[in-house]
């Protein structure tokens, strides 16, 4: 107990020093962390603020790979040991991107270990699994952060400071229509190894935390359906979710992995109708458009790069980051209740 909390105390005065680089390593090199996570990093390294520090995975190639594309710096910044990988004393945080229900083994692992963790969306698989991540970060005095990235849209934020100012008036429906045609039947999710859902974990996850948070209220109930297109597909490929917040307010999602394109969120309120078009996504980019027909501006810097910047601060400053693991396991509670309520098809 007291090497634990001699560890805990050495990181946290580690984390204090704000004139050196907060140093993350990365948990799973694979696909988002490839074309999110390592450029935010990379980006956030240029300003002092954050760097890749060192690569964890299951194939050391691949794990070379990344640690050279993305510009890791520790003296030992390639593992495929977890244990070797979080043994590391300078490491300050793990990026979690390996598969959706590995997510709280690998969480629960880093923090034990002493480290803050970032875990990509979903946060787990189950209501008690993410209950136990968020129970270890107490004990242990970590930090979760969660990826929806989303809310760092900059056009999105600026959207939820409108609704906050009172300036639309209620908002009396939310509606989210994305669908991407990016996703393989092949792919891990679609075959359900380490995965629980589909469409709902890719993109539907994103959509429920971007209706409750712009609405400014939980999910209270849900009614859900499903279908699977493709043959010898069982995952849910199309997902649409009707549901009721605390205060009245609806919200109508529909997410596909199996359609054409499409990135539409849509806020009815009092004055009249917000259209944003393709805001949806990893780009920070789009339009919206407001009830008088004028453009809401905003500067669309790289969402990664603002909810990891985000994260680092929140760190340093000893509070919960803003997307934490009380919103991770909300979360998660709502995917459950969809795949309760979902009629399959």
């Known amino acids: 107990m007291v090497a634990a909390s001699l560890l805990v105390w050495e990181t946290q005065e580690h984390l204090m020093d704000s004139t050196r680089p907060f140093r993350f390593g990365i948990l799973g090199p694979g696909g988002i962390a490839q074309s999110a996570h390592g450029p935010a990093l990379k980006a956030l390294a240029t ?30 910044a390639v593992h495929n040991n977890m244990d070797a990988f979080l043994a590391d004393p300078e490491l300050d945080a793990v990026i979690v991107c390996t598969r959706d229900a590995l997510h709280a083994k690998h969480a629960v692992a880093a923090m034990r270990a002493g480290k803050h963790i970032f875990v990509e969306k979903p946060m787990a698989t189950t209501e008690s699994d993410a209950f136990h991540m ?164 905003f500067v669309p810097p790289n969402p990664y790069v603002e909810q990891l910047r985000a994260y680092v601060e929140a760190v340093r400053d000893n509070r919960k980051p803003e997307v934490n693991g009380d919103v991770g396991l909300q979360n998660v509670r709502w995917l459950e209740m969809a795949d309760v309520q979902m009629t399959r098809r």
């Open 47 to 76: 300003e002092g603020v954050a760097k890749l520090w060192s690569v964890c995975g299951r194939h050391i190639d691949r794990v070379e790979e990344f640690a050279h594309d993305f510009g890791a710096t520790a003296p030992h």
């Open 134 to 297: 968020v129970h270890v970060a107490e004990q242990t005095e970590r930090a979760i952060g969660v990826g929806y990235h989303m809310r760092y849209h900059p056009g999105h934020r600026a959207l939820r400071v409108l609704i906050g100012s009172g300036t639309l008036g209620e908002i009396s429906q939310i509606e989210l229509d994305w669908s991407t045609l990016s996703m393989p039947a092949d792919g891990w999710r679609a075959s359900g190894a380490n995965s629980r859902w589909f469409a709902l974990a890719a993109l539907g996850t994103h959509a429920l935390d971007l209706a409750a948070w712009l609405a400014g209220q939980p999910i209270r109930s849900m009614l859900a359906e499903s279908e699977s297109v493709r043959r010898g597909i069982m995952a849910d490929e199309r997902v649409r979710i009707a549901a009721l917040h605390g205060d009245g307010t609806q919200s109508r999602i529909s997410v596909s992995v199996v359609d054409p394109p499409q990135k539409l969120l849509i806020v009815h309120c009092e004055a009249g109708t917000v259209r944003c078009f393709d805001t949806l996504g990893s780009r920070g980019t789009g339009t919206i458009i407001l009830p008088n027909g004028n453009l809401l501006p």
